[in-house]
C-alpha cells in the first residue's frame, strides 16, 4: 500500500503497527454511531423518569419532536471541546475534563432554550428534570462507552502478544506505590509485549499498607521484601520510586542481593516528563542510581533570559562536559548554538544529534582550536556570541602528567586567547569549565586549571564582559573517567583496578554539572569562581565492588580487584577549597562562590609570558618548577 493510505495515529501501543485509513473511517463512523444509540437511549431514560414509566401519545410526540435538538446540541458540544479528536483507547482522567465541560455546555444550552424560548416554540423547551437528568445520563454513558472499548482492546492486544511470547510471564514485584508506581503498573497492563505478572506493590508508607493501587495490592514494606520475593516466587523486583535516594536504593539493593533475586529500575521519572525514554524501559540498576543526587532544582527565567534569543558558542563542544552544555543551552532557543572543536567525528556526532532533537535551532558545527588566533578571531568576528562556554581543556591528569607542555598551551594559553577575542568582541559573558584539582593541585592537570582560574578574573578587570569560572568534581560516564573504564574490565571478565584501597573522589551527573554552570553563568556578576555542591564523597573501591555486584558477579571471587598505585598527579582525596578561600553562600542551594585572592595584572601577565615561553620551547622540568613557584599551594613533582 501507498504510505498514504497509513494513519500514523492507528499504530499500536508499541507503535510498529499501522492501521490503513478506511480502516480509521470505519472505526470513527462506528464510534459516531454507538453515541448516538448512547444519547438517544439517554434521553428516552430521562422521559421514562420524569412521567414513571408511562408515556402517553402526546409526551411520545413531545419527545420525538425534542430528541433531535437534544442531539444536535450534546455532539456539537461534544465536537466544539475536542471529544472526537481524542484516540478512544489512550482516554484517561485528562480527557475528563472535556467530556465535563461538553455536558455543561449542552445541559446550560437547553436550560437556555426552556427558560427563555417563547411559548409558541414549546417544542424546544424541555423540561429542567430531564435535561439535568439526561445530562448525567449522556454524558455518563459516553465516557463509559470508551472506557469499555479501551479495557476491550488492551485486553485484547495483550493476549494477542501474550499468544506471540507462547503465554510466559515473569512474576515481579513493584517497590514504591506512589505517581511512579502507579505509571509503572498501568504501562505494564496495557502492554502484553512486556511479559510481566505484577503480584504486588512493596512499599514503606504505613498509610500505604493494604491498599489497592491500579488493581495491584500494597502487599508490604521493604523489609518484608525477601519473604515476598520466597512466597510469591518472584522473578526480579522492580524499583518505582521516582525520585528514590541512593541510600534508598543502595539497601534494596542490599536485600535484593541477599535473597538473592535481581533488581531492576524504571528511568527517572525527570527523564520520561521529557520524553527521553518511555517508563516501561525497565533496566537494571547501574552505579549512576546508587551516586545519584536529587534532580537540579534551576530559576530557569534567570537562564532562559541569558541565553534565550542570543548566539551562544561553546568551545571542546563534542566533550562530555562540553556536548551536554549544548544539549542544554538548546532547551532555551538561543538565536544560533555554535560548536566549537578541533575533534572533527565528535563535532559531527553532536551536530547531527541536536539537529535531529531541535530540528529549528540554528547550529554551526565549526572546525577550531582555541589555540589558533587568527580562526578564533575569524569564528568570533563573523558569528558574534553574547555568551561563551569555555569547555576546551585537556583534562586527562596522568597524561598531562607526560605531555604538560600541552596542557600549558591549551588549559592557560588557549583560555587566554579564547577570553581576549571575546572581550575584544564585546560578548556578554565568558564562562570557564574549571575542575577541583585546581585546589592545591598536584598535577600539571589542576595547576593549568587553576591559572586559568587566574585568568580569568584578571581578564574580568579588563575588560566589559562578565568572566566567571565554574569548579566542579568528577562527571559520571565522562570520557576517560572510572566509571565506564570499570564497566570494560567488568564486560571482559576482570580484573578490575583501583589505584588505592583508600581514594575517595566526588561525582555529580554530566546533565546536573551542566545544568549548573548554565546557572552560574546566568548569576554571575564577572571575577566570581563558583564552586559546586558535590555532595558525599565516595571510596572508589566501594563504587568498584558495587558494579561488580550489579553485573550479577561476586568482588574478589567472580570478578578480582587489584590495587595499581597512585599515578603520577593523583591525590587520594580531592578538595573542594583552596587555603585561605573564604566560601560564600549563593541563592542556590547548590552554588557556592569562592571568594580566592587575586594576582595582579602584571603577575598573571608575567605568569602567562612564561608559560608560553616554556611550553614553545618544550622545557618540562621547568614548566613544572615553573607552577610551583607561581602557586604556592602547588605540590608538583619535578
Known sequence: MRPSEYSSEESSPQGDIKRPAWTRWTTRWLQFALDLAVL???????????????????????????????????????LAFGVYSFIWRYVGLGELWAFVKASAFSGAVLAVLRLFVPAALHVWQVPLSIIVVDTVFAFSGIVALRVVRRVLYE????????KGSNGKTKPVLLVGAGRAGLMTAREIQGRGDLALDIRGFVDDDPEKQGAVVQGVKVLGTTR?????VGDLGIDHVIVTIAKASRRQIRRIVEICDSVPVRAKIIPGLYEILDGKVEISRIRDIEIEDLLGRDPVQLEEDEIAAFLRG????????????????????????????????????????????????????????????????????????????????HAAAHKHVPMMETNPTEAAKNNVLGTRLTGRIAGDMGAEAFVLISTDKAVRPTSVMGASKRVAELVIQDLDRKYSTRFVAVRFGNVMGSAGS????FREQIRRGGPVTVTHPEMVRYFMTIPEASQLVLQAGAMGNGGEIFILDMGEPVRILDMAKDMITLSGLKPFEDIDIVFSGIRPGEK???????????????????????????????????????????????????????????????????
Not at 44 to 65: K, Q
Not at 224 to 228: F, G, H, N
Not at 578 to 595: C, L, M, N, S
Open 224 to 228: 518484608e521484601l525477601a519473604r515476598l
Open 310 to 389: 542570543k548566539a551562544v558558542m561553546v568551545t571542546g563542544a563534542g566533550g562530555s562536559i562540553g556536548s551536554e552544555i549544548a544539549r542544554q543551552v538548546a532547551r532555551f532557543a538561543p538565536s544560533s548554538l555554535l560548536l566549537v572543536e578541533r575533534a572533527e567525528f565528535v563535532l559531527f556526532n553532536i551536530d547531527r544529534e541536536l539537529r535531529q532533537v531541535w530540528p529549528d535551532q540554528a547550529i554551526v558545527p565549526l572546525v577550531a582550536d582555541v589555540g589558533d588566533e587568527a580562526r578564533m578571531r575569524w569564528v568570533m568576528g563573523q558569528y558574534r556570541p553574547a555568551v561563551i562556554f
Open 482 to 485: 572510572v566509571i565506564p573504564i
Open 40 to 78: 438517544t437511549s439517554a434521553f428516552l431514560a430521562a422521559y421514562l423518569l420524569r412521567f414513571e414509566f408511562v408515556l402517553t401519545a402526546d409526551t411520545w410526540e413531545r419527545l420525538v419532536a425534542q430528541l433531535p435538538l437534544v442531539l444536535l446540541v450534546q455532539l456539537t458540544a461534544m
Open 572 to 638: 587520594l582525596f580531592e578538595e573542594l577549597e583552596t587555603v585561605g578561600e573564604h566560601i560564600a553562600k549563593t541563592r542556590h542551594p547548590k552554588i557556592f562562590i569562592g571568594q580566592i585572592a587575586t594576582y595582579t595584572p602584571e603577575e598573571v601577565d608575567a605568569a602567562v609570558m612564561r608559560l608560553d615561553e616554556l611550553s614553545r620551547d618544550g622545557k618540562e622540568r621547568e614548566l613544572r618548577r615553573y607552577f610551583n613557584e607561581l602557586l604556592p599551594e602547588a605540590r608538583l613533582m619535578i
Open 155 to 162: 485486553r485484547y492486544e495483550r493476549d494477542q502478544t501474550r
